[in-house]
């Protein structure tokens, strides 16, 4: 176990950790406390305003931590619909003062195979969608526990993968995989209710144009969620990487690969957004684009201030 900052008075942390204690005791947890900003702007004065709830948040999180390479946290898990230990390990994770942090986004396991991000997605799908069951819903991604999740809740959903020039757009491979380029969507306008995109806009240098093909293929009224390595405290976006005259990769900083699930090359990281990414969706249309921010011990949605982005046609 990690002793506490010594900038967070000690009765003031310990009544933080009491109170998170107190409510787990009692199964379903409250609603989700999710904030919605507009700009940069906006988050400045959030963490002005709940300065001190940040610090306990960020000491009840070290005081969870374990020695062991894999160890469980109590919670509720919403998908589910019921408590459940969520496992944590030490992938991917960093290291301060000695102290190992997990990667708790991509952590926090529940054993139905969704980790914190996907568990709170699909709160927030709920939340800020409010899909129907026959809703048009397509999400960038298809051999993963998200897609499955979907498919046995909704009658019409639609994944696909990047297969690149193996086959064509909107071609199925030999193993049931639809391809799909974000920036050269094969669906007609206006066609789904719901867009869900999780970390791939930034491995598409022309993000304008990915932008731009989901809000085509969006009804009027349609969502747009999606979640992409975005630097909270930064206002402009970090390009990595881009495309020069000639068609070739040209780094700016040094190459950064995600994981594919479908290589074992990985993803080029072209970006590392901020909070001008919200100009962007602006740009193309959408009429309400926000970051939502949110953090709940009891739901396990841990690593400081969470956030996804919300848009709406």
């Given at each position: ?72 946290i ?17 992938r ?17 396991s ?30 960038t ?13 909704y ?47 930034e ?19 349609g ?51 901020g ?39």
């Amino acid at each position: 176990m990690t002793t506490l900052p010594i900038n967070l008075h000690p009765r003031a942390a310990l009544s933080t950790l009491r109170t998170y204690a107190a409510r787990l005791r009692y199964g379903r947890p409250r609603s989700l406390n999710v904030t919605a900003m507009d700009s940069y702007q906006d988050y400045i004065r959030y963490r002005e305003r709940y300065q001190d709830r940040i610090i306990a948040r960020n000491a009840l999180e070290l005081s969870l931590l374990d020695a062991r390479d894999r160890f469980s946290i109590r919670g509720f898990c919403y998908p589910c619909g019921k408590a459940t230990d969520f496992v944590v390990d030490y992938r991917y994770g960093t290291e301060s003062a000695g102290v190992r942090i997990p990667n708790w986004r991509e952590s926090l396991s529940c054993d139905c195979g969704l980790n914190n991000r996907l568990r709170a997605s699909i709160q927030l799908f709920d939340r800020c969608c409010t899909p129907r069951k026959t809703d048009r819903i397509y999400i960038t991604e298809q051999t993963t526990p998200m897609y499955r999740w979907l498919v046995d809740r909704y009658t019409q959903v639609t994944g696909s993968e990047y297969l690149g020039d193996r086959i064509p757009c909107g071609a199925v491979s030999s193993d049931g995989i639809r391809n799909e380029s974000l920036t050269h969507l094969s669906f007609p306008a206006a066609y789904f209710d719901h867009i869900i995109t999780f970390d791939v806009l930034e491995h598409i240098p022309d993000v304008a144009k990915a932008l731009r093909e989901c809000y085509r293929c969006l009804k009027p009224g349609g969502h747009l969620l999606l979640s992409v390595p975005f630097v909270v405290a930064a206002e402009h976006t970090l390009v990595r990487a881009r495309i020069d005259a000639t068609g070739a990769v040209e780094h700016l900083h040094a190459p950064e690969y995600h994981g594919d699930p479908l290589s074992s090359d990985g993803c080029l990281c072209f970006y590392h957004f901020g909070w001008d990414l919200l100009e962007q969706l602006r740009a193309v249309g959408f009429t309400r684009a926000q970051v939502l921010v949110y953090w709940s011990r009891e739901l396990g949605y841990l690593g400081g201030d969470q956030l996804q982005l919300h848009a709406a046609k």
